[in-house]
């Protein structure tokens, strides 16, 4: 019994711990009522009435230096450690966990890094416009389809005040204030009524560009856009020019590049004409010019605009429009970058 007693006694010393779980464990095997201390107090009428003072002595005295030991632990306990680890003010701060940018700014910024190395600077104009600056000032014919109701969200029944469409409100405020030479970028949101997709949404985001000087060529235009290409999408890239047609624009023309999935064989992302389209462009119409006060006879220009969830697609390779509005951790988490 004496034994016992002693070889509790070190285990009671012994014992440290500053998970209250664990100290509860320790507490169970020793104070319970089914406990090891309690087995000692059982087994106390076998012992001989001669001994009968000292070992009752000693398992109070055991039991008690028990309950300290637990009592003094679960104080000294805080959040799972010791009260002085928890006081240390010395102690290095816990690491706030970063996050990381949205990727449609990522790729909205490289897009604006890589023309900024070609002079490009920044002029985001306002998300709500008027009919002049999103359709008039840049040569869209009255009757023209784009700015009916199914198209463009207009801020009152039968006023002019509407959500832009495209950045290129952004453009003709530039042009109207200054004086080529111009280069110009419009970054931003825009707004069409159409039906939400995997490949559509009611609000996207665009990058437009635009060059005004003199004797600017559609050679320009190409050699511009062949250099942006390569940089975005990796050196190997091609490109090719489509004739399109915008108002704005005379010529006009789309850019493909080279699918880089297939490299130009043919797969189901290029569907099987190995190359994907990226952007439209086409050097600035001379009405548009006209209508802001540039000479058309002195200068010419070009222009350029893309979707930046296109984009950033097509370098993700991220199937579905729609994550990029989600806001789902998960995926916002993968991408890490530079810009
Ligand atoms: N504004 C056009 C659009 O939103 C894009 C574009 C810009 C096309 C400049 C040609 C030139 O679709």
């Known amino acids: 019994m004496l034994n016992k007693i002693k070889l509790l006694q070190e285990e009671i010393e012994k014992f440290t711990s500053h998970?209250?779980?664990e100290i509860e464990q320790?507490?169970?095997?020793?104070?319970s009522k089914k406990g090891e201390i309690a087995a000692l107090f059982s087994e106390f009428k076998n012992v001989p009435a001669e001994q009968k003072k000292e070992v009752g002595q000693k398992i109070n005295l055991l039991k008690q230096s028990a309950l300290?030991?637990?009592n003094k632990l679960?104080?000294?306990t805080v959040a799972g450690q010791s009260k002085e680890e928890y006081d240390d003010l010395t102690r290095p701060a816990e690491t706030i966990p970063l996050g990381s940018r949205h990727p449609i700014s990522i790729v909205k910024n490289e897009i604006l890094e890589i023309f900024s190395r070609l002079g490009f600077t920044v002029n985001e104009g306002p998300e709500i416009e008027d009919d002049w600056y999103n359709f008039s000032a840049l040569n869209f014919p009255p009757e023209h389809p784009a700015r009916d109701m199914q198209d463009t969200f207009f801020i009152d029944k039968g006023s002019d005040i509407l959500l832009r469409t495209h950045t290129s409100n952004g453009q003709i405020r530039v042009m109207e204030k200054q004086k080529p030479p111009i280069r110009t970028l419009s970054p931003g949101r825009v707004f069409r009524n159409e039906a939400i997709s995997a490949r559509a949404h009611c609000i996207f985001h665009q990058v437009e560009g635009l060059y005004i000087d003199t004797d600017v060529s559609f050679a320009d235009l190409k050699q511009t856009l062949l250099y942006f290409a390569q940089e975005i999408y990796g050196k190997e890239t091609e490109i090719r020019l489509r004739p399109s047609?915008?108002?704005?624009?005379?010529?006009?023309?789309?850019?493909?590049?080279?699918?880089?999935?297939?490299?130009?064989?043919?797969?189901n992302v290029c569907k099987y004409t190995g190359w994907l389209e990226v952007l439209g462009c086409?050097?600035?119409?001379?009405?548009?010019?006209?209508?802001?006060?540039?000479?058309s006879v002195k200068y010419t220009g070009f222009a350029f605009g893309m979707g930046?969830?296109?984009?950033?697609?097509?370098?993700?390779?991220?199937?579905?429009?729609?994550?990029?509005?989600?806001?789902?951790?998960?995926?916002l988490r993968q991408f890490v970058s530079a810009y």
């Open 26 to 31: 320790f507490r169970i095997k020793l104070l």
């Open 245 to 267: 047609f915008f108002p704005f624009t005379e010529p006009s023309a789309e850019m493909d590049i080279s699918c880089k999935l297939c490299g130009g064989k043919g797969c």
């Open 19 to 21: 998970n209250l779980d």
């Open 282 to 295: 086409g050097m600035v119409d001379p009405n548009v010019l006209e209508g802001c006060g540039i000479d």
């Open 68 to 70: 300290d030991k637990v």
């Open 308 to 331: 930046i969830e296109r984009t950033a697609m097509l370098k993700y390779q991220v199937k579905d429009l729609r994550l990029y509005f989600e806001n789902d951790v998960r995926f």
């Open 74 to 76: 679960k104080n000294q």
